[in-house]
C-alpha cells in the first residue's frame, strides 16, 4: 500500500477514536422512581412528552403523564424547577380533560413561555386540535394556557433569532388518512401570541413530513431535521438571508423525535435510531401511500434506541456517535447548558434495565423519564 495511503488511513481512524472519545455521558438516572419530583406530580404509567429549558439560574422541566402511551382525557401536563437538576419545585400544572402533548419551552427577553396542544380522547386517533401558550417572568407565577389560533396545527420547536420568536409546526389533522395534505410550516411572533407563516407556500409539503426540528447556526442560517412518517426524513438547510426556502436532501434513515442542539460552531442531533436499519425497506410497491404503511408496520415491530448523531453541515449527512441506555418506547428529548462543555439531557424510556422489547410493545409498557449529564471534552 503506498504510504501517502497509509497515512491517510491512520489519520482518519485517529480521527474518528479521538471523536467518539470526545463525548461522554454519565449515568442515565430514573428521575419518575427518584423520589425527587415534588409530592403534586403523580405520576402514571405512561411519561413522554417533555422538554427542557434554563432560564433565570433554574432548569424548568415539563412532562405529560398519562394512563398510556395514547390520547387520554387523563392527560396532565406538570411543570417543575430545580437549581441543582437533583431536588426539583412544583410549578403548575394542565389539565383539560383531553390529551396533551408537545410541550415545548420558549425564552424570549425575560419571559419564559411554554407551548403545547391540546389532542382529543379518542385512544385510536391523532387529533391536534388547539395550540395554547402560558407564561410566566421572574417575579410572576404562570398565567392560564391562551390559544395562539393554529388550530390543527402541531408545534414542534421554538427558537429565538434577531428578536424574533419562530416556530416549526404541522398540520396533523388526518395524519394518518389518505386525505391528508403535509404542511409543514415556520411561523414567526414579535410578542409570543400572535404568529404569522414566513410564506404563503409551506416549507415542506411531501406525503407526511412531520416533526420539523430545526435550529440556527452562528451565522444565521438554518438547519432542519423532517420527519417522513413511513418512508424516511428529509435533512434541510435554509440560508439567513431566505429561511422561507428549504434546501431538502432525502435520507432512508426516520429521525424520531428529534432534538438538534450546538455546540460550538457543531450541531448535534439527538432522536430515536431504528436498529433494524433504513425504514424504506420496501420494494415493487404500487404507491408511496402502501408503502408507507408496509414499512409502519415493520417499523413498529422492530426495536429502537436513542442515539447521538452530528450533523455535516456541507452535505447534509448525520454520522451517528453512540446509542444511550434505552429501551421500548424512547426518545423525545430534552437538553439544557450548564457550562459550556457539558449539557443536561433528559429523555423517556421503557425500563433500560429490563429485556429489550420492540417499538410497538414499548408503546404499550411502562415509561419512564430519564435524565444524564452530556460531557465534551475541551
Not at 14 to 36: P, V
Request: net charge positive; hydrophobic share 35%; with cysteine.
Amino acid at each position: 500500500m503506498p504510504l501517502h495511503k497509509l497515512i491517510t488511513i491512520l489519520f482518519c481512524f485517529q480521527t474518528a477514536t479521538s471523536f467518539s472519545q470526545s463525548i461522554k455521558f454519565d449515568e442515565w438516572k430514573n428521575l419518575t422512581t427518584s423520589g425527587k419530583l415534588p409530592v403534586q406530580c403523580k405520576i402514571q404509567h405512561s411519561n413522554n412528552n417533555l422538554d427542557l429549558v434554563k432560564f433565570n439560574g433554574k432548569y424548568f422541566l415539563s412532562f405529560r403523564t398519562a394512563p398510556n402511551h395514547f390520547a387520554s382525557k387523563k392527560a396532565v401536563l406538570y411543570v417543575v424547577s430545580s437549581t441543582d437538576l437533583e431536588n426539583w419545585n412544583y410549578e403548575t400544572e394542565i389539565n383539560l380533560a383531553s390529551d396533551l402533548r408537545e410541550p415545548r419551552f420558549a425564552v424570549f427577553y425575560d419571559t419564559l413561555n411554554l407551548y403545547f396542544f391540546r389532542g382529543g380522547t379518542n385512544t385510536f386517533k391523532f387529533e391536534p386540535k388547539e395550540v395554547f401558550v402560558l407564561r410566566k417572568t421572574a417575579n410572576t407565577n404562570w398565567t392560564l394556557p391562551q390559544t395562539i389560533h393554529l388550530d390543527g396545527f402541531v408545534p414542534w420547536r421554538l427558537r429565538e433569532r434577531n428578536d424574533t420568536l419562530y416556530l416549526s409546526a404541522y398540520y396533523g389533522k388526518n395524519l394518518y388518512q389518505n386525505s391528508h395534505h403535509s404542511n409543514l410550516r415556520l411561523f414567526w411572533s414579535v410578542n409570543v401570541v400572535d404568529w404569522k407563516p414566513i410564506s404563503q407556500e409551506p416549507q415542506v409539503d411531501i406525503l407526511s413530513a412531520e416533526e420539523g426540528e430545526f435550529i440556527f447556526d452562528k451565522q444565521g442560517n438554518l438547519f432542519s431535521t423532517v420527519r417522513l412518517e413511513g418512508t424516511g426524513s428529509l435533512v434541510c438547510r435554509a440560508d439567513k438571508d431566505s429561511l422561507y426556502i428549504w434546501q431538502k436532501v432525502r435520507r432512508k434513515i426516520k429521525y424520531d423525535s428529534a432534538l438538534l442542539f450546538d455546540h460550538g460552531d457543531d450541531i448535534y442531533l439527538v432522536s430515536r435510531r431504528n436498529l433494524d436499519g433504513d425504514i424504506d425497506k420496501v420494494k415493487h410497491r404500487k404507491n408511496e401511500r402502501q408503502g408507507r404503511i408496509s414499512n409502519l408496520i415493520r417499523y413498529s415491530i422492530t426495536r429502537k434506541v436513542t442515539a447521538l448523531f452530528k450533523l455535516n453541515k456541507e452535505d447534509l449527512s448525520l454520522t451517528h456517535i453512540t446509542d444511550f441506555p434505552s429501551n421500548g418506547d424512547n426518545a423525545y428529548a430534552g437538553i439544557a447548558k450548564i457550562d459550556d462543555h457539558t449539557y443536561a439531557l433528559i429523555n423517556y424510556s421503557c425500563d433500560i434495565k429490563k429485556k429489550k422489547s420492540s417499538w410497538l410493545a414499548g408503546q404499550l409498557s411502562k415509561t419512564f423519564i430519564y435524565q444524564t449529564t452530556l460531557r465534551f471534552n475541551p
